[in-house]
């Protein structure tokens, strides 16, 4: 499984929540990486009280080269450029709740 870690920015500082992408290209994994985002997604949201901004689908190089050998899905874990997520996510608390809650997912979509 391949998970990309990213922290995203906007010239908006109101711009908030989550975002998880999977890849337009169609490989041998596709299902399955949607499948994980939408797991990660909920829970994440569930755990954290993030809104989401959805699952959707990029042409992101890590995900296009990827797709074809394992599970692979890019997230955005909030908007550095809005102050509420931003502070949030440079706590080193919260850095482990978030990687507790991407773990959970995962643990929980494997068993499925």
């Given at each position: 499984m391949f998970v990309s870690l990213h922290?995203?920015?906007?010239?908006?500082?109101?711009?908030?929540?989550?975002?998880?992408?999977?890849?337009k290209k169609q490989g041998e994994?596709?299902?399955?990486?949607?499948?994980i985002g939408y797991q990660i997604e909920k829970v994440f949201c569930e755990t954290i009280g993030?809104?989401?901004?959805g699952v959707k689908f990029a042409n992101f190089q890590v995900l296009r080269e990827t797709v074809e050998y394992?599970?692979?899905i890019l997230?955005?874990?909030?908007?550095?450029?809005n102050w509420d997520e931003g502070s949030y996510i440079l706590d080193n608390n919260n850095i482990e709740r978030i990687a507790l809650s991407i773990l959970i997912s995962i643990k929980k979509s494997i068993k499925l």
């Open positions: 922290c995203n920015h906007s010239d908006n500082p109101e711009a908030s929540g989550i975002e998880v992408y999977s890849s994994y596709s299902k399955e990486s949607v499948f993030y809104q989401s901004r394992c599970t692979s997230l955005e874990l909030g908007f550095l450029s």
